[in-house]
């Protein structure tokens, strides 16, 4: 275990010095998917600590820097974790502190960083907070931890406004003596009042905490939600949005650049919490560092979250609603760039996490979604910055079509649609039939995987050429050999993305026909290459 140094601050620049997470390649591991040890009561089937530290090798071996691990705290399991009940241990399920000490050191002797997530907006209706709020009188200093209101209407049985939970639904539950609380994800995600100063003081013993025990950094839960609008007053649908998903609306009107009024995200005093957290992780040696899962709206709104006195990173998820085509990719590489220049920030990728159909899926399936999702891959290995992958994608694994009687999402109960359970299905490691080694015995995992991923184990595309293994591990070796470097050129011929990084090109073909390949010495492709790059396909050149 780390203990706390206060000669040398975490984000003191020092000439010549780059700190570690500034070029990171992360790879993402959700906790009850990954591997499971068999060793924990009631946990058959289900990933856990001890698992995540015996395929530590694997990860080293990989060619990754570090490793994000999703919630693993107490917790009653109502959204995987991100509903936390105690912020200081962990869920029995998953383990005790002693294996997560055990965890992060032997990812440290392995030269890997951990990233913890940690989940600041809401608490779970188990916290002791949450309880003892309910137990309280309306008006009482424990329901004030919480956002309580009275509803509207003659009686009060109308919500306090018309917020929507991200999950589907009013965001608001009544509680029997006739309040309401706010909770933007599931009823059992109750949100916390950043207003009040005990809510700040509570995630500092957090993050000390886990600083404490050698974290190297977090990944922050909902960062642009903290704070609300003080007012609480209704939000105003853009015309037309009725009936509609408003999460899709949303997401479109980010890539669209439009107006969007949401008086519960991104509020400018959400950034007062991160400047504090800055200087708890200054107090420690070693670049701890922050990422910030902002869904804010632009590049110029995520860059406020990554200014040199807040946080260090923030995920770049234009990057993963661009569609397959050159100019999207282009315009998002360069706006990225354009957005994080000024405030010394360096940029992220991300293709797919725990949230999201996987990139397989999105650009396709089969064969061609494969193709796609290789090349889109190795474009964003070459893009200076971190890149974050998701467990799983470095064997080409596709977004699973989950039996309704499996499904475990509570996005999928409050709205009956699919839901993300299909992203989360348990790693393949080896053997011809589920559970193919996700434990050491016949257990069967806690979402069912399908009979046809023999293929995909990471025994079977061990030493294969061509395999998917096989090109993630080849990349990621060759970007342990590029120059540091922060900016880019980029090019759009027709249907052809062209990435410049010093000696480097990229050359992605988005197009549906070969393109003559530029000159240079191949140094990785996402497929075979000749004197043409066939149409889904990326290939990396020496000039
Ligand atoms: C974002 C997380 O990635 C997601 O899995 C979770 O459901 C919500 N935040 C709520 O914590």
New binding site residues.
């Given amino acids: 275990m780390s203990t706390p140094e206060t000669s040398a601050p975490a984000t003191t620049p020092v000439p010549g010095r780059r700190e570690w997470w500034r070029d990171a390649v992360v790879y993402q591991v959700y906790v009850r998917s990954f591997a499971s040890s068999g060793q924990r009561e009631g946990g058959a089937g289900i990933g856990d600590l001890p698992g995540i530290t015996s395929r530590l090798p694997y990860l080293r071996d990989l060619g990754v820097d570090a490793v994000w691990i999703?919630p693993f705290y107490t917790s009653p399991q109502h959204?995987?974790g991100?509903?936390v009940a105690d912020y200081l241990d962990i869920d029995r399920l998953f383990g005790t502190l002693d294996d997560a000490d055990a965890l992060i050191g032997v990812a440290h002797d392995l030269g890997l960083r951990v990233i913890v997530d940690l989940?600041p907006?809401?608490t779970s209706n188990e916290h002791a907070w949450f309880r003892a709020a309910l137990d309280a009188a309306p008006g009482s200093p424990e329901r004030a931890r919480y956002l309580f209101r009275d509803g509207r209407g003659d009686d009060g049985s109308e919500p306090p406004n018309n917020w929507q939970s991200?999950?589907g639904g009013p965001a608001w539950t009544r509680v029997p003596d006739g309040q309401w609380y706010l909770h933007l994800?599931?009823t059992s995600?109750p949100d916390l009042d950043w207003r009040n100063p005990e809510v700040g003081d509570m995630f500092e013993v957090v993050l000390r905490f886990w600083l404490d025990r050698g974290a190297d950094g977090f990944r922050i839960?909902?960062a642009h939600g903290l704070l609300k609008e003080a007012s609480l007053r209704d939000q105003v649908l853009p015309p037309g949005s009725e009936g509609k998903d408003l999460n899709k609306v949303r997401e479109e009107s980010m890539v669209a650049r439009t107006d969007f009024d949401e008086p519960m995200w991104d509020q400018p005093e959400v950034h007062d919490v991160y400047r504090r957290w800055h200087r708890v992780l200054a107090d420690y040696h070693g670049d701890r560092m922050l990422v910030a899962?902002a869904w804010a709206r632009t590049p110029e709104a995520i860059a406020a979250y990554v200014r040199p006195d807040e946080m260090h990173q923030a995920f770049n998820f234009l990057w993963l609603l661009a569609d397959w085509s050159a100019r999207e990719f282009a315009d998002v590489v360069t706006g990225t760039f354009a957005a994080m220049g000024p405030v010394g920030a360096s940029p992220t990728w991300v293709l797919s996490?725990?949230?999201v159909v996987r990139h397989v899926t999105r650009y396709g399936g089969g064969a061609q979604g494969l193709a796609r999702a290789r090349a889109a891959t190795l474009t964003m290995l070459a893009l200076p910055g971190s890149s974050y992958l998701y467990q799983g994608e470095e064997l080409g694994l596709e977004q699973v079509d989950v039996a309704p009687e499996d499904r475990q999402d509570?996005?999928w109960f409050r709205t009956g649609e699919v839901g993300?359970d299909g992203c989360r299905v348990p790693v393949p490691w080896k053997g011809s039939a589920p559970s193919y080694g996700f434990g050491p015995d016949d257990a069967q995992p806690w979402i069912p995987q399908p009979a046809g991923w023999a293929a995909l184990t990471v025994e079977a595309q061990t030493g294969v050429e061509g395999s998917t293994l096989e090109l993630y591990r080849a990349a990621l070796a060759a970007r342990r050999g590029l120059a540091p470097a922060d900016a880019v050129q980029v090019d759009v011929d027709g249907d052809v993305l062209v990435v410049d990084r010093g000696d480097l090109r990229v050359v992605l073909n988005c197009g549906a026909s070969d393109v003559a390949l530029p000159e240079g010495e191949v140094v990785v492709a996402s497929g075979p290459v000749s004197d043409v790059l066939s149409a889904d396909t990326a290939v990396w050149l020496r000039r």
């Fill in positions: 999703t959204d995987h991100y509903d989940v907006n809401h991200v999950f994800f599931d995600q839960d909902v899962e996490n725990h949230d509570p996005s993300r």
